[in-house]
């Protein structure tokens, strides 16, 4: 008398683990692409809102006006050109300017910026700035001993 194969069959169902293993593997490989693609794309500009724009934005000086020009010489980095004028459009050397760069960001920036006198009504700073998109330029002038401000916008590429 022979005794029956008893001996346990390979079993069939363990394909079922294995595919929900593959399945998330591949779901984690998705999202990696994902990633990097979005990583590769992305040009550094974001778009906020004019910072100048704003509700609580400074009123404009009606004695004075000024002109900014920025001149790259590297990825988010140049001169920052500004020029001051009077009502009557007359260039003016103020007694005292200081100047910042504001963004509000999810960590907002605030760069002081030291400006050179180059010319009657004309200053200079190099300006190195973290992020590209638009900057608000806050200018306070004193002249006379009075102060006034004016915020102007600059927009900055990537």
Do not use: C, K
Request: proline content about 10%.
């Amino acid at each position: 008398m022979s005794r029956p194969d008893t001996s346990p069959s390979p079993r069939r169902d363990l394909w079922i683990p294995a595919g929900f293993v593959l399945f998330f593997v591949a779901l984690a490989g998705l999202q990696l692409w994902f990633v990097l693609l979005a990583n590769r794309s992305f040009s550094g500009l974001v778009t906020d809102p004019r910072p100048a724009a704003g509700v609580h934005a400074a009123a404009r000086a009606p004695d004075w006006t000024a002109r900014l020009a920025f001149v790259p010489s590297e990825a988010l980095a140049g001169t920052l050109a500004v020029e001051i004028a009077g009502a009557n459009g007359v260039p003016m050397t103020p007694d005292r300017l200081a100047a910042t760069a504001e963004r509000a960001t999810r960590f907002p920036q605030l760069l002081p910026i030291a400006l050179h006198e180059v010319g009657p009504g004309r200053f200079e700073a190099p300006l190195r700035l973290p992020l590209a998109g638009d900057w608000a330029i806050r200018l306070t002038l004193t002249q006379a001993g009075a102060t006034s401000e004016r915020i102007e916008t600059l927009e900055v590429a990537p």
